[in-house]
């Protein structure tokens, strides 16, 4: 029934599901390693990345309490104590005392910089290239915040850098050269080709620009849904119109993806114009990663870059193949502000740190949760998964989703976050339904006391509380998952308001950080997307960088030049 019903979401959609994104503007005025970026209308979010801390140890004033003690009842019918703040804050000063400390020794660590003439923002820039040259998977952040103190100060930073960036291409390399842009442009459409959801196209859009102002010739690719062979419906054509819009200039749609119509038109193209080729997913040999087609795609061009993050977790030709075969294969934007975002912020965090993950399945996140565990401060569990742990502990939980075979993990991930000092909540109320429906009768229950024949579909209000309370001492979240069956409005009370918990954090300059996936279109459903900091164009993608695991398309990116530069 899960099943089919989140099919048909996912149905409603659109081909390969919603996704939104926030577009990579950094601030500052242009300069070559900085180029305008103007979104066509106002995306998710504009804002430069909040200064990451360099501190690598984990907030000391954070235990694990016992889960049962925590967040557990043993006595159905009174209510649950409110667990999480004080039991937390109880081994050592208050978090938001503590953060008020380290704020202010930030502060006077910055005053010798404010002093020379250099703002505060800029010292945490120099700090993190300090520390990306031992994380580098920091350096591209590292080098987009060492811009952006450049730009607006007329100093040029000293950065490393993981990934060459478009952005180090000046005219001189670009102007008349041919250049393969790799984009996710794989957006919903209706049934009448009518695109329902456009962000992932306007967040192609300022690495194209900035092709286009430096007088290159743009070769698009894309793929669009999962076709097998050639198909109509997944035709990139639908596409052509705004995507002109959005440019501004009449972009060219080439129906084939390589050979001598292709070749023609590319050289027809003259500089500043655009050809979009067909869904390169139409060519099986793209997914396989098929070298003699990975070579003629690249013939095309003079170099490449990769805007696609959605699809970077994929080795395909059009990601990774190509590379072999293009000098230089450079990061895009996009690709960029993804990685600052969901790497690079989430691997030195602003303390306190808290992720909140939910979704069905425990066994879907269970490389998210370990991974996560070693960087957070603070877990909070909610949506389907959260039944495997309260089994585990020996809990009756109805009919609700168990995953029998993962009872001994959620132990263990118990038994991890204990040892790792990481808080990790669970919901000490859940909202029961008698059947899984959206007119389903439904009541409130400590998490203890699951009447048989009932399921939990959402998290409790004593819950919500207790979340948003634990999420106020927090500097930074990522939150990755539903807290419950949101797609049904009687169950959607948990989900929504971690939503706008997170929203209103935000305008208080928290960094929130949505993983992609169900938590998006939640996020979008409530119509806070605008205010979060980071929401991400990629579900897999997100996932799997979340996870640690490397991602082909960045790895075959050329490593970036080591920048030394002086202020002027
Ligand atoms: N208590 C629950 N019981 C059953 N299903 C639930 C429950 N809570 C949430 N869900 C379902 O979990 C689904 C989302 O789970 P999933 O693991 O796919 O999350 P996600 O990571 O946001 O999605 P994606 O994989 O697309 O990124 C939603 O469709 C929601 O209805
Ligand atoms: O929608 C996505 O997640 C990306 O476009 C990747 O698509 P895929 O899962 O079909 O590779």
Not at 46 to 65: L, V, Y
Not at 132 to 138: E, K, M, Q, V, W
Not at 240 to 257: Q, W
Not at 487 to 507: M, N, P, Y
């Amino acid at each position: 029934m899960l099943r089919r019903f989140q099919a048909q979401i996912r149905r409603r959609r659109g081909a390969r599901g919603t996704h939104t994104v926030a577009i990579a503007v950094i601030a500052g005025g242009p300069s070559p390693t900085h180029p305008p970026q103007p979104p066509s209308r106002p995306l998710a979010s504009d804002k430069q990345i909040p200064p990451a801390s360099t501190s690598s140890t984990k907030a000391p004033f954070f235990t694990t309490p016992t889960p049962t003690s925590l967040l557990l009842s043993t006595r159905p019918s009174s209510p649950i104590p409110a667990p999480a703040p004080a039991p937390m804050a109880s081994t050592a000063a208050p978090p938001a005392a503590l953060v008020a400390r380290r704020a202010a020794s930030a502060s006077a660590a910055a005053a010798p910089l404010r002093r020379a003439g250099l703002a505060a923002g800029c010292q945490p820039a120099r700090s993190l290239a300090f520390a990306a040259g031992a994380d580098p998977r920091l350096a591209v952040h590292v080098a987009s915040r060492c811009r952006a103190a450049s730009a607006a100060r007329g100093t040029r930073a000293v950065a490393t850098m993981a990934k060459k960036s478009v952005g180090d291409l000046t005219a001189a390399d670009l102007e008349g050269k041919r250049v393969l842009v790799r984009a996710d442009l794989n957006v919903p459409l209706d049934d009448n080709q009518n695109i329902t959801d456009d962000t992932r196209i306007r967040a192609a859009i300022p690495t194209i620009k900035y092709l286009l102002s430096n007088g290159a010739k743009v070769i698009l690719t894309s793929h669009l849904g999962r076709p097998k062979g050639v198909t109509p419906k997944f035709s990139l054509a639908p596409l052509v119109p705004r995507l002109s819009e959005l440019l501004g200039i009449a972009v060219k749609k080439a129906e084939d993806v390589i050979g001598p119509e292709v070749e023609k038109l590319v050289a027809d193209l003259e500089n500043g114009a655009v050809l979009l080729l067909e869904n390169v997913r139409f060519y099986k040999e793209e997914e396989k990663n098929d070298p003699e087609f990975a070579k003629k795609l690249a013939s095309l061009a003079d170099l490449f870059v990769n805007d696609a993050f959605g699809t970077a977790h994929r080795a395909h030709a059009s990601t990774e193949g190509v590379t072999k075969f293009l000098k230089p294969s450079v990061a895009g934007f996009l690709l960029q502000k993804e990685l600052d975002y969901l790497d690079g912020a989430v691997s030195n965090p602003k303390r306190p740190f808290a992720a909140i993950v939910g979704g069905s399945k425990v066994s879907s996140k269970i490389g998210v949760i370990e991974s996560l565990l070693e960087k957070c401060d603070i877990l909070l569990l909610g949506g389907g998964m959260i039944f495997t742990f309260y089994k585990a502990q020996g809990l009756s939980v109805g009919s609700s989703l168990v995953e029998e075979d993962k009872l001994e993990l959620a132990t263990s991930l118990l038994a991890k976050a204990k040892a790792k000092g990481v808080s990790l909540l669970l919901p000490s109320d859940v909202i029961i339904a008698d059947k899984f429906a959206p007119d389903a009768n439904s009541q409130t229950v400590p998490a203890s006391a699951i009447p048989d024949g009932w399921m939990g579909l959402d998290i409790g209000p004593d819950s919500v509380k207790t979340f948003n309370d634990a999420l106020d001492t927090t500097q930074t979240i990522i939150w990755n998952g539903p807290m419950g069956v949101f797609e049904f409005d009687k169950f959607a009370v948990g989900t929504e308001s971690i939503a706008k918990k997170l929203a209103e954090l935000s305008k208080k300059g928290v960094t929130t950080i949505i993983g992609g996936g169900d938590s998006v279109a939640a996020v979008e459903k409530v119509g806070v997307a605008d205010v979060m900091s980071h929401i991400s164009t990629g579900g897999g993608a997100s996932l799997e960088l979340l996870e640690g695991k490397e991602l082909p398309g960045v790895v075959a990116l050329d490593e970036g030049v080591m920048t030394r530069s002086v202020t002027v």
